[in-house]
């Protein structure tokens, strides 16, 4: 009876520590898919966040033997960059402070336009906003971005299919009832009419890494954030030529729209912008921004 009284408390801390791990197994089996995320039947639209744990997602990922070669560029093979004098216009505090309120007057009319006239729009007037694109900072300056600019009737359409088809399920079984919640507001579905009329589709990939000329790989640093920072120059460059868009990035397109348009395994999807003219009866949500005392912080 000694013997049974000394094992007692250790019993009891065994016991408790079985019924602990028991508990946390059957934790992680409710809260594990058995599918993949874009899949139905997956976790329960409740604790299903696409738009944080799946946006864009491309599972083409090249890995295993692609890059256990070591085929990448070396820092050492890289050529030494000279260093210029920079010297840009300098304007009087006058002029500085009527630029850029001209500037933002101009931008606060920027609004996201789903209805887009057919009327066509000069080719290079778009070659013009993606080269402002192509200005933006990039990591270790690799500008990992490639603008794929569709104006050929057939291949929007087929676009347009290619989305409508995923956006139905997102619509239908993907994005959970708070996020259509949310958007009904906006009156936004997965019918995209705007994707077969307007003149220009604007597809922008993101390079996750670069090719060089002699086949070898390059590191392409904060190639996601590289290539939001050119869309946001082109989106302004866009509304400064006085034509229209709205940011789309439809969920789960990526991998068939990027075979569609015979890009490489190192591109990825980013976002499709349908560029034109507004539409002659075009209208916008009543929509109100930010004063600037809710989005600055001024220490």
Not at 63 to 70: A, I, N, Q, T, V
Request: one cysteine or more; hydrophobic letters at 35%.
């Amino acid at each position: 009876m000694a013997l049974l009284s000394a094992l007692t408390p250790v019993l009891a801390v065994v016991l408790c520590l079985f019924i602990g791990f028991m508990l946390l197994r059957s934790r992680d089996k409710e809260t594990t898919s058995p599918t993949s995320p874009g899949k139905t039947g997956g976790a329960p639209k409740a604790d299903f966040r696409p738009w944080v744990d799946q946006d864009l997602q491309d599972e083409t990922e090249t890995k295993g033997k692609e890059e256990e070669d070591g085929d990448w560029v070396d820092d050492n093979e890289e050529e030494e960059i000279l260093h210029v004098p920079y010297s840009p216009p300098g304007y009087p505090e006058g002029t500085m402070l009527e630029r850029s309120k001209g500037f933002y007057t101009l931008m606060n009319q920027r609004r996201s336009v789903r209805f887009i006239s057919p009327q066509p729009v000069p080719r290079e007037v778009v070659n013009n906003a993606i080269l402002t694109a192509g200005t933006a900072p990039s990591g270790a300056h690799t500008e990992p971005w490639t603008f794929v600019v569709v104006s050929d009737p057939g291949t929007k359409h087929q676009v347009r299919c290619i989305v409508e088809e995923e956006e139905e399920v997102n619509y239908r079984q993907r994005m959970g009832d708070k996020w259509v919640n949310d958007l009904a507001q906006l009156r936004t579905n997965w019918i995209k009419e705007y994707l077969d009329v307007a003149p220009y589709l604007i597809l922008v990939f993101k390079q996750t890494y670069g090719i060089v000329a002699n086949g070898k790989k390059r590191t392409h640093y904060y190639n996601e954030i590289s290539v939001s920072l050119s869309c946001g120059l082109l989106l302004a460059a866009l509304q400064n030529a006085g034509l229209v868009t709205v940011t789309t990035t439809p969920l789960n397109c990526g991998p068939k729209l990027r075979l569609l348009l015979k890009r490489p395994a190192n591109e990825k999807l980013l976002m499709l912008l349908p560029v034109g003219y507004p539409a002659h009866d075009a209208t916008v949500p009543d929509l109100k921004r930010k004063p600037l005392d809710d989005i600055m912080v001024h220490i």
